[in-house]
C-alpha cells in the first residue's frame, strides 16, 4: 500500500515508516520539521530498505495537501503531526488549537475530497484523564484534561467520530498511547526533540551524558509503592508494530476502532531510574522535587482488546527500552541537540 505519514521525521513516525517500508509499503512523509530533523530520513531508508517521500511542509497548508493526494494517491493516512508538549501547551494554547486541531480537519478535508478513507490517529492515554481506575480500557468514558495538548486530543477524537458518522465509508482507527520510550535497536534511530525535553526518558539520558547536572525525581508522595509517578512505559519499536496491525485491521473496514497500546505494567520512576543505572552502568544524580500540576498518581492499559482483535501485544521489557535509549543517546549526538 502507499501511506501517508504526517509526522514521519519526528520520534514515533520516524520509527513507524522503518515498519511500513521492511513491510514493502510505499511512504511519503510530510512534515514541517518544527521538532524533527530531516538527517533522519538517512536511518529511516538504511533500516526500513526503501526511501520514503519527503514533502516539508504543513498539514494546515491545504494547496499542498491538495497536491499531495493528487500526485500519490495514498491508501491510508497515519496522522502523527502535531505539537505535543504539555507544558508548552499551557503556555501557548491557541498555537496547539491552531497546529493540533486545524492541522487535523485540513487534512481529513484534503482526504474527503481525494477519497482517501483510513485513517490512523494518534492519541493518547491523557484521554482517559484523572477519574478513571486503572487499568484502563477503551470503554471507559474519555475524561477531561488538565491541559490544552490534552484537550486536543479528547477533541480530535470526537471530530474523528463525527467525521465517521457523517461518511460511513470512512475507516478511522484511534490509537491511545501510553508511554512510549526507547530507540530503535540499532542505535540509529531514536527521539531527538528540538530543544530541552521534558519527559522521562529523554531527560534520564540527558543526565547520563552529563548534560544536565540531575534528574528531578518530581513527586514522592502518590499513592504508588514507592511514593513516585507510575507509567505504563512503551518501546517505540512496539509501539511501530502495532501500528502495522491497526492499518491491517482498518483497510477494507468501516467505522471507528480505538485501541490502548501499552504493555500494561505499571513502572515508576524508581524502578525506571534504577533500570538504566543498571544497564548503563551510570548512576544518576537525582533532586526530589514537588509533582507537577496535573500529574496522576498511575496510569497502565488495559491491553487485552489489542490483543483480541489485533492480535498485537508488546514483547520488549524496560531493561531493553533503557539500553536501547542509552546506545542511541551516545551513538546520534549529532541528531540530539
Ligand atoms: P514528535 O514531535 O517527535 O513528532 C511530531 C512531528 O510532527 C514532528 O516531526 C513535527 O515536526 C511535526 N509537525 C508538527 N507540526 C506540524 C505541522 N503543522 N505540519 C507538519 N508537521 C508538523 O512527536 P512524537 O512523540 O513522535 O508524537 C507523534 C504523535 O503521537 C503526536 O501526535 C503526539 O501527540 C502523539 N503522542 C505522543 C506521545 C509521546 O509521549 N511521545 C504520547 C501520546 C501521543
Ligand atoms: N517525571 C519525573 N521527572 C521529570 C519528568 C517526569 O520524575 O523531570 C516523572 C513524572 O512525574 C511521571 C513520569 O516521570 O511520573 C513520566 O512523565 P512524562 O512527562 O515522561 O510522561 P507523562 O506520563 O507525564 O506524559 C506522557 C506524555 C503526554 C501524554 C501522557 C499520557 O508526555 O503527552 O503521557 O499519555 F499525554
Redesign the pocket.
Known amino acids: 500500500m502507499k501511506i501517508l505519514v ?2 514521519g ?5 520516524s520509527h513507524t515508516c522503518v515498519e511500513l517500508l521492511k513491510e514493502g509499503h510505499a511512504v511519503v512523509i ?7 530533523k530531516a538527517a533522519v530520513l538517512e536511518p529511516v531508508a538504511a533500516l526500513g530498505g526503501g526511501t520514503p517521500v519527503f514533502v516539508e ?4 497548508d491545504r494547496p499542498l495537501l491538495d497536491s499531495i493526494f493528487a500526485r500519490h494517491a495514498p491508501d491510508a493516512v497515519i496522522h ?5 508538549c504539555v507544558p508548552e501547551s499551557i503556555l501557548n494554547p491557541l498555537d496547539y488549537y491552531n ?1 493540533n486541531l486545524y ?1 487535523t480537519v485540513t487534512l481529513l478535508e484534503a482526504m474527503q475530497a481525494a477519497g482517501c478513507k483510513n485513517f490512523v490517529f ?3 492515554a491523557t484521554v482517559y484523564g484523572s477519574k478513571n481506575s486503572v487499568p484502563f480500557h477503551e470503554e471507559m468514558p474519555t475524561g477531561t484534561a488538565t491541559n490544552p495538548y490534552g484537550t486536543t ?1 479528547i477533541m480530535i477524537e470526537q471530530i474523528l467520530r463525527d467525521y465517521a458518522a457523517a461518511q460511513p465509508a470512512a475507516s478511522i482507527c484511534l490509537l491511545r ?1 501510553f ?2 520510550v526507547g530507540a530503535h535497536p540499532s542505535g540509529k534511530l531514536g ?1 531527538s ?1 528540538n530543544g530541552v525535553p521534558n ?1 522521562i526518558m529523554p531527560l534520564i539520558a540527558d543526565v547520563a551524558r552529563g548534560r544536565l547536572p540531575a534528574l528531578q525525581i518530581t513527586g514522592t508522595d502518590f499513592e504508588t509503592p514507592d511514593g513516585t509517578g507510575v507509567r505504563d512505559y512503551i518501546h517505540v519499536v512496539d509501539l511501530a508494530l502495532g501500528h502495522m496491525k491497526a492499518l491491517e485491521k482498518i483497510c477494507g473496514s468501516t467505522g471507528v476502532s480505538v485501541y490502548n497500546l501499552g504493555t500494561g505494567k505499571g513502572v515508576s520512576v524508581l524502578e525506571l531510574v534504577r533500570a538504566f543505572e543498571q544497564v548503563s552502568g551510570v548512576t544518576l544524580p537525582k533532586v526530589f522535587a514537588p509533582c507537577r500540576p496535573g500529574d496522576v498518581a498511575v496510569c497502565y492499559a488495559d491491553t487485552s482488546k489489542a490483543a483480541r482483535e489485533l492480535g498485537w501485544k508488546a514483547q520488549r521489557s524496560v531493561d531493553d527500552m533503557c539500553r536501547d535509549t542509552w546506545n542511541y543517546s551516545r551513538l546520534r549526538e549529532d541528531l540530539i541537540n
Open positions: 504526517t509526522g521525521t519526528g520520534y514515533i513516525g510530510l512534515d514541517n520539521l518544527r521538532n524533527s511542509g504543513d498539514m494546515r502523527f503531526a502535531g505539537l505535543k497546529t492541522g494518534s492519541s493518547s486530543k498511547y508511554n512510549p527521539e526533540p519527559n
